[in-house]
């Protein structure tokens, strides 16, 4: 990278004494400063803290869920409602479901550390549009609000997926509840604009597309799906609202509509969701496994081209939800073969990064086990998902707990782990404090073991036929379930430990350097914490993000 140029402006608030920057969390003060900020990395930390919140919530949620599927251990014989009633347990996943759906995993990544990083990966001094960044912030807030509140007042119990006839029918607020989703469709469609004209328009000198980082690739691709499918998830909310509220036969069959059109719209909408939230995912584990191997990403342009493929194969799969729903054979063969052919972009990329650390110097930190533990857990996620592409395999494994465990596995443990360990490289970037590593690997170990003994146990039981969404359930399943409740446990017990040690590093942590990680994209070379434009001056790209110096692969790099 190059300084050569004319320097970026200068705060009005800069120290005169010395000539020091103040950085983007001490240029202005006051709340007021914060809600009317345009500053992407502000944006950034306010999403950050919304997402988090949610995200505790949502844990919460399904803990409860858990418990009470201890079942007769603490109910006595024959009585499995012993924490809520059925009624409850419905109203609580639901609220699970939809909470880490649309208000956490969605928008986790892209929302958060895509407005943080993407800028100054790009060598930008903001996106391209600052105000309608905040404006997108505040349709998230307010489309978040409007979604609990219908939920916790209204009590909808149809699962996040709102699934028709019984949502048409239901007297629950489900009309309310929908809304609040269409409203936070806009915040996804805003953000994904201003990504998609941020990258296009806003790269600084030297920075061609072949030289982008990973990361920016993966937003690139996760944007177009979010400018482009968002809509149709927006309209079949509207349809579903319209024939509650004015009784036009669209969905319910005692109105001479179809239930099945509802399942054709809403997963053309959310299959290209589930890549909407793995594919910043995937750009994370990229970033996290080059920098710590110290070694040139192995096959970027294959990479970067397959998060592309991903995110357009992926507009063509969605039949695959629905192979029991009565569609023709044809379209069922046709919806298997693209399945898995959707498979093969994503090996592309496991591949590449297991060859990027073969033969690399890794250093062995939080963030780097949190990338491994990606590695693990999203292949089983994978794996299993050819499982449910196969027809007749997903005949019998349909609406059963293996599904339930197919999903965790890629989203929490593919997109929530990989946001977790980017959080932890990043961490550094965005406060100026260090994390505690020995924490870190503490948590990641409680992570890692309690969401295998949670979900491993559910693709047994779902082998087993145990259906999903049931309160209730048969003698045989009961050491199972009870399992599954304990992993869970231990992994509330890790997420617990990890905001602890990221409290104390934001109140005494060590102090972080410009670049603790010797890294080579743009974002590593500005201040820690940034100053409020980025950079001091416009930086000049002369080199891709992942040239690293000749290094001796023979000697093992410590943690930092």
């Given at each position: 990278?190059?300084?050569?140029?004319?320097?970026?402006?200068?705060?009005?608030?800069?120290?005169?004494?010395?000539?020091?920057?103040?950085?983007?969390?001490?240029?202005?003060?006051?709340?007021?400063?914060?809600?009317?900020?345009?500053?992407?990395?502000?944006?950034?930390?306010?999403?950050?803290?919304?997402?988090?919140?949610?995200?505790?919530?949502?844990?919460?949620?399904?803990?409860?869920?858990?418990?009470?599927?201890?079942?007769?251990?603490?109910?006595?014989?024959?009585?499995?409602?012993?924490?809520?009633?059925?009624?409850?347990?419905?109203?609580?996943?639901?609220?699970?479901?939809a909470v880490m759906v649309f208000l956490v995993i969605i928008p986790s990544i892209p929302a958060s550390l895509g407005n943080f990083f993407l800028p100054l990966m790009l060598g930008a001094k903001d996106v391209a549009f600052p105000k309608l960044n905040l404006m997108s912030f505040y349709v998230y807030v307010l489309g978040g609000c409007f979604l609990l509140f219908s939920i916790l007042t209204g009590a909808v119990d149809t699962g996040w997926t709102f699934y028709t006839p019984y949502s048409s029918t239901t007297s629950t607020s489900?009309?309310?509840?929908?809304?609040?989703?269409?409203?936070?469709?806009?915040?996804?469609?805003?953000?994904?604009?201003?990504?998609?004209?941020?990258?296009?328009?806003?790269?600084?000198?030297?920075?061609?597309?072949?030289?982008?980082?990973?990361?920016?690739?993966?937003?690139?691709?996760?944007?177009?799906?979010?400018?482009?499918?968002?809509?149709?998830?927006?309209?079949?909310?509207?349809?579903?609202?319209?024939?509650?509220?004015?009784?036009?036969?669209?969905?319910?069959?005692?109105?001479?509509?179809?239930?099945?059109?509802?399942?054709?719209?809403?997963?053309?909408?959310?299959?290209?969701?589930?890549?909407?939230?793995?594919?910043?995912?995937?750009?994370?584990?990229?970033?996290?496994?080059?920098?710590?191997?110290?070694?040139?990403?192995?096959?970027?342009?294959?990479?970067?081209?397959?998060?592309?493929?991903?995110?357009?194969?992926?507009?063509?799969?969605?039949?695959?939800?629905?192979?029991?729903?009565?569609?023709?054979?044809?379209?069922?063969?046709?919806?298997?073969?693209?399945?898995?052919?959707?498979?093969?972009?994503?090996?592309?990329?496991?591949?590449?990064?297991?060859?990027?650390?073969?033969?690399?110097?890794?250093?062995?930190?939080?963030?780097?086990?949190?990338?491994?533990?990606?590695?693990?857990?999203?292949?089983?996620?994978?794996?299993?998902?050819?499982?449910?592409?196969?027809?007749?395999?997903?005949?019998?494994?349909?609406?059963?707990?293996?599904?339930?465990?197919?999903?965790?596995?890629?989203?929490?443990?593919?997109?929530?782990?990989?946001?977790?360990?980017?959080?932890?490289?990043?961490?550094?970037?965005?406060?100026?404090?260090?994390?505690?590593?020995?924490?870190?690997?503490?948590?990641?170990?409680?992570?890692?073991?309690?969401?295998?003994?949670?979900?491993?146990?559910?693709?047994?039981?779902?082998?087993?036929?145990?259906?999903?969404?049931?309160?209730?359930?048969?003698?045989?399943?009961?050491?199972?379930?009870?399992?599954?409740?304990?992993?869970?446990?231990?992994?509330?017990l890790g997420f617990l430990i990890t905001l602890i040690y990221m409290i104390q590093s934001l109140i005494n942590g060590e102090k972080a350097s410009k670049n603790p990680w010797e890294a080579m994209s743009l974002e590593w070379q500005t201040d820690s914490p940034p100053i409020e434009h980025n950079f001091h001056v416009q930086p000049v790209v002369k080199h891709g993000p992942y040239e690293f110096p000749e290094i001796d692969h023979s000697l093992a790099r410590g943690g930092h």
């Amino acid at each position: 990278m190059d300084s050569n140029r004319n320097s970026a402006p200068k705060s009005a608030h800069a120290a005169s004494a010395g000539g020091v920057e103040p950085n983007y969390l001490n240029a202005h003060k006051g709340i007021w400063s914060w809600m009317t900020t345009v500053d992407h990395k502000r944006l950034g930390i306010m999403y950050l803290v919304g997402i988090l919140t949610f995200f505790a919530a949502g844990g919460i949620f399904a803990l409860l869920v858990r418990t009470q599927l201890l079942g007769k251990i603490f109910g006595g014989p024959g009585k499995q409602d012993w924490l809520f009633s059925g009624d409850t347990y419905n109203k609580l996943f639901t609220l699970h479901g939809a909470v880490m759906v649309f208000l956490v995993i969605i928008p986790s990544i892209p929302a958060s550390l895509g407005n943080f990083f993407l800028p100054l990966m790009l060598g930008a001094k903001d996106v391209a549009f600052p105000k309608l960044n905040l404006m997108s912030f505040y349709v998230y807030v307010l489309g978040g609000c409007f979604l609990l509140f219908s939920i916790l007042t209204g009590a909808v119990d149809t699962g996040w997926t709102f699934y028709t006839p019984y949502s048409s029918t239901t007297s629950t607020s489900v009309v309310s509840a929908v809304m609040g989703v269409f409203i936070l469709g806009f915040s996804s469609i805003l953000t994904g604009v201003n990504f998609i004209v941020t990258i296009h328009k806003m790269r600084a000198p030297g920075l061609t597309w072949t030289r982008l980082p990973l990361f920016v690739w993966a937003q690139y691709a996760t944007s177009l799906i979010q400018v482009l499918a968002t809509p149709v998830l927006a309209i079949t909310l509207m349809l579903l609202a319209i024939e509650r509220t004015m009784g036009v036969g669209i969905f319910d069959p005692k109105l001479g509509g179809d239930p099945v059109l509802f399942q054709h719209f809403f997963w053309f909408y959310s299959h290209p969701a589930v890549y909407i939230m793995i594919l910043p995912g995937f750009g994370v584990i990229s970033e996290i496994i080059t920098v710590n191997s110290r070694k040139q990403i192995f096959g970027y342009k294959a990479i970067a081209m397959s998060s592309v493929a991903i995110a357009v194969i992926g507009f063509l799969v969605w039949g695959h939800h629905m192979f029991t729903s009565g569609q023709s054979e044809l379209a069922s063969a046709v919806f298997s073969f693209l399945t898995f052919a959707v498979a093969v972009p994503t090996a592309i990329k496991v591949f590449s990064w297991v060859a990027t650390m073969y033969g690399g110097s890794i250093r062995l930190n939080s963030a780097m086990c949190y990338a491994l533990a990606f590695l693990f857990l999203f292949t089983i996620g994978g794996l299993t998902g050819l499982f449910l592409g196969s027809l007749s395999v997903d005949i019998h494994l349909h609406d059963t707990y293996f599904v339930v465990a197919h999903f965790h596995y890629v989203m929490m443990g593919g997109t929530m782990t990989a946001f977790v360990g980017a959080l932890h490289h990043w961490w550094p970037k965005m406060t100026g404090r260090m994390l505690s590593e020995f924490w870190g690997k503490v948590g990641c170990f409680f992570v890692f073991v309690g969401f295998n003994i949670t979900f491993l146990s559910q693709f047994l039981l779902g082998t087993k036929g145990m259906p999903r969404r049931y309160a209730n359930y048969l003698p045989e399943f009961q050491t199972l379930h009870q399992i599954s409740t304990v992993g869970s446990y231990l992994l509330g017990l890790g997420f617990l430990i990890t905001l602890i040690y990221m409290i104390q590093s934001l109140i005494n942590g060590e102090k972080a350097s410009k670049n603790p990680w010797e890294a080579m994209s743009l974002e590593w070379q500005t201040d820690s914490p940034p100053i409020e434009h980025n950079f001091h001056v416009q930086p000049v790209v002369k080199h891709g993000p992942y040239e690293f110096p000749e290094i001796d692969h023979s000697l093992a790099r410590g943690g930092h």
